[in-house]
Nanobody
Framework: QVQVVESGGGLVQAGGSLRLSCAAS????????MAWYRQAPGKQRELVAH???????NYAASVKGRFTISRDTAKNTVYLQMNSLKSEDTAVYYC?????????WGQGTQVTVSS
């Protein structure tokens, strides 16, 4: 089974930056696409950024220009560099990893941006 673990969350002032990391550990299956989602209290989980194996990226309109997703495919690791953070970015951020046979989620890491 694939294990997905996020790290890098925390408390930051508005306008500051954080870098999230996510490692998908597997010895059997290859990871294809990876993505970051977030869920604020009382809201549905939403896609923040997505990256393909080849490096093609997609971003939510609300974060485009401020966030950058990248990956190290060999290490099955994805990163989310978050700059110019706003209070509206406060949420639990979840890493998503896809393989040929399943979809895997991390437990989430809390990002809190003070207003």
């Amino acid at each position: 089974q694939v294990q997905v673990v996020e790290s890098g969350g925390g408390l930051v002032q508005a306008g500051g930056s954080l870098r999230l990391s996510c490692a998908a550990s597997t010895s059997v299956f290859s990871i294809s696409t990876m993505a970051w989602y977030r869920q604020a209290p009382g809201k549905q989980r939403e896609l923040v950024a997505h990256i393909s194996t080849g490096g093609a990226t997609n971003y939510a309109a609300s974060v485009k220009g401020r966030f950058t997703i990248s990956r190290d495919t060999a290490k099955n690791t994805v990163y989310l560099q978050m700059n110019s953070l706003k209070s509206e970015d406060t949420a639990v951020y979840y890493c998503n990893a896809n393989s040929r046979i399943g979809v895997y989620w991390g437990q989430g890491t809390q990002v809190t941006v003070s207003s």
